[in-house]
Nanobody, 125 residues
Framework: QVQLVESGGGLVQAGGSLRLSCAASGRTFSTYTMGWFRQAPGKEREFVASIRWSSGFTSYADSVKGQFTISRDNAKNTVYLQMNSLKLEDTAVYYC??????????????????WGQGTQVTVSS
């Protein structure tokens, strides 16, 4: 059973940075695509970024391209989301997701079968 545990969220001022972590366990993830999604109050969960574990190939939402970076550490079985130049509109609960064999270009929440519990990111002015 896939287990995903996010950490690293918190309160940060606009323009600041945070790095989210997603510790993955329960499977060998070499054939998985890992994703980050976010959900702001009253809004739908939206795609942020994804990474193909084996190749490291990445995909980003246009809204975060050049601002966020997704990466993975094979030795630690952990996926990261480095978030720079944070804006008020980046405030949301951020979720880690995983799906075996998924194209890195699939961006719907329904494409991913495993989810973490989420971590809150709040950007203040």
């Amino acid at each position: 059973q896939v287990q995903l545990v996010e950490s690293g969220g918190g309160l940060v001022q606009a323009g600041g940075s945070l790095r989210l972590s997603c510790a993955a366990s329960g499977r060998t993830f070499s054939t998985y695509t890992m994703g980050w999604f976010r959900q702001a109050p009253g809004k739908e969960r939206e795609f942020v970024a994804s990474i193909r574990w084996s190749s490291g190939f990445t995909s980003y939402a246009d809204s975060v391209k050049g601002q966020f970076t997704i990466s993975r550490d094979n030795a630690k079985n952990t996926v990261y989301l480095q978030m720079n130049s944070l804006k008020l509109e980046d405030t949301a609960v951020y979720y880690c997701a995983a799906e075996e064999g998924l194209s890195v270009f699939r961006r719907q929440a329904g494409d991913f079968g495993s989810w973490g519990q989420g971590t809150q990111v709040t950007v203040s002015s």
